[in-house]
C-alpha cells in the first residue's frame, strides 16, 4: 500500500487548506482513513478520520467545526478541508490507512502511513 499526501503550505491563521491523500495498492472503499498530526516538539496525534463509505467521521475536539474529512472512493482519496486555521494547527499531517472500515482514532488501528505533509499557519 502507498499513501501520498499533498497541499501542504504555509498560510496566514484564519485561511484555508486542502489536503489530499492518494492511496493505491489494496482495495480503497474498503477501509477507513485517518488523518493525524505531529507537531514540532509534540508526539503526534489523531485529528479526523472517516469510515469506508464515508458515512462515520469522527474528529478531534481541537479540529471540530473547522475540518472536513472526506473520501472519494472512486478517486481512491481522501481529503481533509481545514478551514479557519490557527498557528496551533502547524504541524506534519499524515494521512494513514484502517486496519478495518472504521473511523477510528487510536494509531494503532492503522497499519499503513503516508509520508506526510507540512502544515504551517503563521500568525
Known amino acids: 500500500v502507498q499513501l501520498q499526501a499533498s497541499g501542504g503550505g504555509l498560510v496566514q491563521a484564519g485561511g484555508s487548506l486542502r489536503l489530499s491523500c492518494a492511496a493505491s495498492?489494496?482495495?480503497?472503499?474498503?477501509?477507513?482513513m485517518g488523518w493525524f498530526r505531529q507537531a514540532p516538539g509534540k508526539e503526534r496525534e489523531f485529528a479526523a478520520a472517516?469510515?469506508?463509505?464515508?458515512?462515520?467521521?469522527n474528529y478531534a475536539d481541537s479540529v471540530k467545526g473547522r475540518f472536513t474529512i472526506s473520501r472519494d472512493n472512486a478517486k481512491n482519496t481522501v481529503y481533509l478541508q481545514m478551514n479557519s486555521l490557527k498557528p496551533e494547527d502547524t504541524a506534519v499531517y499524515y494521512c494513514?490507512?484502517?486496519?478495518?472500515?472504521?473511523?477510528?482514532?487510536?494509531?494503532?488501528?492503522?497499519?499503513?502511513w503516508g509520508q506526510g505533509t507540512l502544515v504551517t499557519v503563521s500568525s
Open positions: 494513514a490507512q484502517n486496519r478495518g472500515d472504521s473511523a477510528g482514532s487510536s494509531s494503532v488501528q492503522y497499519d499503513y
Open positions: 472517516i469510515s469506508w463509505s464515508g458515512g462515520g467521521t
Open positions: 495498492g489494496r482495495t480503497f472503499s474498503l477501509y477507513g
